[in-house]
Structure formats: structure tokens, C-alpha cells
């Protein structure tokens, strides 16, 4: 399994990014699929998550501003994000299997200035 993270970047406040992952690997369609960030001097955490169904889950965090969706026939997952904010800034990772001992792509920076 490989998963190449992209489209992070620099954005204001009140902007919107929208990061995607492309997976290669076989069962992609049936395999939960998240997105965790890891923020300056904090602890690795999970924004957002969706089944191989398209159901999804939030941190109270994002909930309303981030949406998660994915492609299976492309085998892409994306993540769109509304309203950032300073506190958004992290690096963004895609998982494999919705859980820490998953696979890790390489992850994307996010920058959010005020």
C-alpha cells in the first residue's frame, strides 16, 4: 500500500484548501480511510474518517467546516476544508484502515495564517 498526500499549502484565515490522497493497493473500496494532523508540539490527531461505505465521522473540531469524500473507482480520498483557521495548521496525513497501525502517506503541510 502507498498513499501520496497533496494539496496543502498557505492560506488566510477564512480560506478553504482541499487535500487529496491517491492509495494504491488492492481493496481499497472496502478499507476505512482517515485523515490525521499532527500540529507544532501536539499530539497526532484524527480529523476525519470514512468508511469503505462513504459514511463518515468528524472531530468536534472540524465538524461543519471539513468534508471528507472519496473516489473508490480512482482510488483518491479528499478532503475538503471551509473556514480554516490558525489552529488548523499541522501537517495533514492520509491513513490507510482508519487507525494508527495503518498504512501512513507521506503527509501535507497546512498553513494558516491570521
Given at each position: 500500500?502507498?498513499?501520496?498526500?497533496?494539496?496543502?499549502?498557505?492560506?488566510?484565515?477564512?480560506?478553504?484548501?482541499?487535500?487529496?490522497?491517491?492509495?494504491?493497493?488492492?481493496?481499497?473500496?472496502?478499507?476505512?480511510?482517515?485523515?490525521?494532523?499532527?500540529?507544532?508540539?501536539?499530539?497526532?490527531?484524527?480529523?476525519?474518517?470514512?468508511?469503505?461505505?462513504?459514511?463518515?465521522?468528524?472531530?468536534?473540531s472540524v465538524?461543519?467546516?471539513?468534508?471528507?469524500?472519496?473516489?473508490?473507482?480512482?482510488?483518491?480520498?479528499?478532503l475538503q476544508?471551509?473556514?480554516?483557521?490558525?489552529?488548523?495548521?499541522?501537517?495533514?496525513?492520509?491513513?490507510?484502515?482508519?487507525?494508527?497501525?495503518?498504512?501512513?502517506?507521506?503527509?501535507?503541510?497546512?498553513?494558516?495564517?491570521?
Open positions: 500500500v502507498q498513499l501520496q498526500a497533496s494539496g496543502g499549502g498557505l492560506v488566510q484565515a477564512g480560506g478553504s484548501l482541499r487535500l487529496s490522497c491517491a492509495a494504491s493497493g488492492s481493496g481499497f473500496s472496502f478499507t476505512n480511510m482517515g485523515w490525521y494532523r499532527r500540529a507544532p508540539g501536539k499530539q497526532r490527531e484524527l480529523v476525519a474518517g470514512i468508511s469503505g461505505g462513504a459514511s463518515t465521522n468528524y472531530a468536534d465538524k461543519g467546516r471539513f468534508t471528507t469524500s472519496r473516489d473508490n473507482a480512482k482510488k483518491m480520498v479528499y476544508m471551509n473556514n480554516l483557521k490558525p489552529e488548523d495548521t499541522a501537517v495533514y496525513y492520509c491513513n490507510w484502515g482508519l487507525r494508527p497501525g495503518g498504512y501512513w502517506g507521506q503527509g501535507t503541510q497546512v498553513t494558516v495564517s491570521s
